[in-house]
């Protein structure tokens, strides 16, 4: 019976790996990259997949192998207690330590690329103006203008489109708690903080519908915060603009349909 | 028409000699408080107390009893539950069924599609034909509540409270300050949602989900009117039990269906604006809303204040302060019959730019025109064939331009002057 429980812990490393094996192949994997930046944010995303991961199976294997090994029923000899090894202990300390200082340095420049380092001008130029609220997404596209909180600004909620291959800055707002402004196609992932203006950018690179997600509990409703990117070239974009800009000038409404048949 | 109100009088019968409905799933409540309120009565007419009464006492109890439980049962048999809901076949019909098909054109516009309603009504998650059902539950219930009386778990936390449609009244409509609204409103307000409010967009919706949602409020609202109407007849104004089904539906449910299929009819189609292509049209048309809006004829800033910061009644005497006309009845005495606090009514702070029946000068107009109905917003125009507003259609497109030029004035400067000015400048 002993050594049924040391192949039980050797299930752990053998299903937690295919697992993941196995994931992304049946789709259980990141959404597809359509950004610029994303490959950054998947790189460091495998690199301390593959670190932890290695590192979670030799464990297991180690602990399996112990449990294994000293099975009380093929053991007689009484047990043998230490005080540890000094060496050992700095040793497990300082690796990790160092691991987690260099993962530190290592991502800096992605941080950078992704937070930082605004595109020259783009922060005067935003294309949407996007206003977290419980529990929506409310939208404010500058007019013609190219300028927000003017009278010909377009207004519109939860249906988010950006034009394809350009750079696009989104002046992030929220109305009342936390939210979070989650483009999992695009990797991009920011809070939205009351009382805050904080320019996202990023540039799609194809087109098509995508998700836009809350990624922080906001409130009872925070599933019910659902909203759709639309990826598409910009003429088609531009046209998408000023069919909601003459729709919101509106003075007449038609009549509603003549009944059926 | 015989057989059907022969059959659905069967069908309250059927209900009344006894089945109830399934343990656990949730009920349509029916709602005392404005029974109490309406009738001037207390919990202690309808119950029989340990204190010693005379038999006329004891007889008027028995009669206030049995009224209620009528309408408790009508309310069965003429809507059914949120799990099944029912309708009688002059009030809805499933649009798949061979009878909706018969039908003309207009008479079918006057029904409900109870198709639509079953896909919302239920408990959420599908049932078992795998079709998605219970989308009231699953999106709407927490506030509005199973009932759709406004009152649900959340609703105590929000400010404006949601709406209670047993009211029948909703603000934010195109039609004339006393109609329905059509249901290109409902649609609207659910796929726009109400800024300023915690009604939020449900966009992303399928459209059939929407439609089955709108026809769900539509169901929910008429069902409320008629318990509050039959409720108050009976028990308000001691009218008798009506004696057959056809009475029932006649006295208290027809006018109800029939004012919700006149709605279409009662929409607010203004004239074209004042031309104002040019700047200087377009100041002008401002100046003048706003000489309006300051002036005496339209007092707007009555309510919305002389900064148009709806601040006017900041601070007002108890007298002055606006409510709602749900909340207006609320006092200490009766507090206790209402599942929700007082609420004061905030006139719009326009310098906002958020415009809760929507943003479009048409909505405006709208709300210029009729009103708001259920609040104090008066209606500024004249109703058609009906009593005469102090506005003239010029006049509230001029008002709806300065309303829309409001965000975007100074409140030390104001906008007008200083554009005319700049203009001159330019020239």
């Known amino acids: 019976m002993g050594k049924f429980w040391s192949i039980l812990f050797l299930l752990v490393p053998i299903l937690g790996v295919g697992l993941f094996v196995w994931a992304p192949g049946a789709g259980f994997w990141l959404p597809r990259d359509i950004s610029t930046h994303g490959h950054q944010i998947d790189h460091l995303f495998y690199f301390v997949l593959w670190l932890t991961g290695v590192v979670f199976a030799a464990t297991e294997v180690i602990l399996f192998w112990f449990l294994w090994k000293y099975d009380a029923n093929s053991n007689r000899e009484p047990v043998k207690y230490t005080h540890g090894s000094h060496n050992l202990e700095v040793i497990w300390t300082i690796l990790p330590a160092a691991t987690l200082l260099f993962i530190a340095i290592y991502q800096m420049n992605a941080w950078a690329d992704v937070k930082m380092r605004i595109p020259k001008g783009l922060e005067k130029k935003p294309t949407v103006e996007v206003t977290a609220r419980q529990f929506e997404w409310r939208l404010r596209y500058p007019g013609p203008d190219g300028v927000l909180g003017t009278p010909d600004d377009i207004h519109h909620v939860n249906d988010l489109h950006v034009p394809l291959d350009e750079e696009v800055m989104v002046q992030l707002k929220s109305m009342d708690v936390l939210h979070d402004f989650f483009l999992p196609h695009l990797r991009i992932k920011q809070d939205a903080v009351p009382g805050m203006q904080i320019p996202v950018w990023f540039r799609a690179t194809e087109p098509g519908t995508y998700d836009l997600v809350c990624a922080e509990l906001c409130g009872w409703g925070h599933y019910k915060m659902k909203g759709r990117l639309t990826v598409e070239p910009r003429a088609k974009f531009d046209q998408w603009l000023r069919e909601l800009a003459s729709a919101q000038e509106a003075t007449q409404e038609a009549a509603p349909d003549e009944p059926e048949e | ?427």
């Not at chain 2, 004829?297 to 919305?304: S, T």
């Open chain 2, 1 to 427: 028409m015989a057989i059907a109100l022969a059959s659905a009088w069967g069908a309250l019968l059927l209900v009344t000699s006894g089945c109830s409905p399934q343990h656990g799933s949730p009920e349509f409540r029916v709602n005392l408080q404005d029974i109490l309120q309406e009738s001037q009565k207390a919990t202690d007419d309808f119950r029989v107390t340990g204190r010693e009464e005379d038999d006329d006492a004891k007889a008027e109890k028995k009669a206030n009893r049995e009224k209620l439980d009528f309408v408790a049962t009508a309310l069965v048999a003429a809507f059914g539950t949120p799990d099944d809901p029912y309708l009688f076949a002059e009030v809805g019909l499933p649009s798949d069924d061979p009878k909706w098909r018969s039908l003309e054109p207009e008479d079918r516009k006057k029904r409900l599609d109870l198709k639509k309603i079953e896909l919302a009504a239920g408990s959420p998650g599908g049932d078992r034909e795998g079709k998605q059902r219970g989308l009231f539950r699953q999106h709407c219930a927490h506030c509005h509540g199973v009932t759709g009386d406004g009152a649900g778990p959340t609703a105590a936390f929000l400010n404006p409270y949601p709406r209670d449609y047993r009211q029948g009244v909703f603000k934010f409509k195109s039609t004339e300050r006393n109609a329905k609204p059509t249901t290109a409103d409902l649609k609207r307000t659910l796929v726009e949602g109400i800024p300023g409010t915690a009604m939020p967009s449900f966009m992303l919706l399928p459209n059939d989900e929407i439609e089955a949602l709108v026809e769900y409020v539509k169901y929910l609202s008429i069902r409320g009117q008629f318990e509050r109407d039959l409720a108050i007849g009976l028990l308000a104004q001691d009218e008798d039990i009506p004696k057959t089904g056809a009475e029932l539906l006649e006295t208290y449910l027809t006018p109800i269906v029939e004012r919700w299929a006149e709605s279409e009819a009662k929409v607010v189609r203004p004239p074209e604006p004042p031309p104002s292509d040019t700047p200087e049209d377009h100041l002008a048309s401002v100046q003048k809303g706003r000489e309006l809006f300051f002036g005496k004829q339209a007092g707007c800033l009555k309510c919305h204040g002389p900064m148009a910061l709806g601040d006017a009644n900041d601070g007002a005497a108890e007298k002055d302060r606006l409510f709602d006309d749900w909340n207006k009845n609320k006092n200490a005495e009766n507090i206790s019959l209402w599942l929700l606090p007082k609420l004061e009514l905030k006139p719009r702070n326009l310098r906002l730019g958020i415009y809760r029946g929507g943003r479009r000068p048409i909505d405006i107009y709208r709300r210029i025109h009729a009103g708001i109905p259920g609040g104090p917003m008066p209606a500024g125009g004249t109703e058609q064939g009906g009593q005469k507003g102090p506005l003239e259609p010029d006049q509230i497109w001029h008002i709806v331009n300065y309303v829309r030029s409001l965000p975007y004035e100074p409140i030390s400067r104001p906008h007008a002057e200083r554009a005319t000015a700049l203009l001159k400048e330019r020239n």
